[in-house]
């Protein structure tokens, strides 16, 4: 067979195999020292002459922003899971008076609740994982304050029409949560549409377990209803 000019270049590579060593004692080969020229050598020139310097651990590495680490998540959601029967009662106490208010303005509606399951709860926190709000620290302190839909309500009706009429009732009888985002009217361009609300549960005789807390509630029609859940 012919042989690859490139084979000379390869004597030692264990692709091809090892150089034959003559017998006899072998002694290590002396280590080159690193270049002062080589700019991830800990050798650094300074005014002509190289000097040696401490290496860092900062040294080639990217600064990565403070994140959520997997340890940190975890403990967040096994903190969830020992408020979960909280949530549930939150979005239930939302979700009988949104039909007590809806059958009160005959508007005909669909209404479904949940407390946020903490398998969807676990991975919201890993898409958000490098988002400054997400702080383990704001977590530990309140995690409804920082997650709110935790507990939630869908109003499902016909028309955007009916889902502007809900959307009045739900500002003209609810608490809204202090927050900049307290409503807000998604027309997104993946084609979700929905109106949604953030209130804060009254402290009182009845909610003394629960009071304070935040609901979401969403409105939309039918046709959007089911786009979005596809």
Do not use: W
């Amino acid at each position: 067979t012919r042989k690859s000019p490139f084979l000379d270049d390869l004597v030692g590579d264990p692709l091809v195999g090892e150089p034959e060593m003559p017998p006899g004692p072998r002694t290590a080969l002396p280590t080159a020292p690193p270049s002062c020229y080589d700019e991830a050598s800990p050798v650094a020139r300074s005014g002509g002459s190289a000097q040696r310097v401490a290496p860092t651990a900062a040294a080639g590495r990217r600064a990565v922003p403070d994140e959520l680490t997997e340890p940190q998540i975890d403990a967040t959601v096994e903190r969830y899971v020992l408020e979960l029967a909280r949530f549930e009662r939150v979005a239930e106490i939302v979700a009988d008076q949104l039909r007590r208010e809806l059958r009160a303005a005959q508007q005909r509606h669909l209404l479904s609740f949940r407390a946020k399951h903490p398998d969807d709860l676990r991975e919201k926190l890993r898409r958000n994982r490098r988002d400054p709000k997400y702080d383990f620290a704001a977590l530990t302190k309140s995690i409804n304050d920082v997650v709110t839909d935790l507990a939630g309500c869908r109003v499902v009706v016909y028309d955007p029409e009916a889902a502007r009429q809900v959307d009045a009732i739900v500002q003209e009888r609810f608490s809204a949560a202090e927050r900049p985002n307290a409503r807000e009217d998604h027309d997104k361009k993946s084609g979700y549409r929905g109106i949604h609300h953030l209130v804060r549960l009254p402290v009182g005789p009845e909610t003394l377990s629960v009071g304070g807390a935040i609901c979401e509630i969403q409105i939309c029609s039918v046709a959007a209803h089911l786009f979005n859940e596809l």
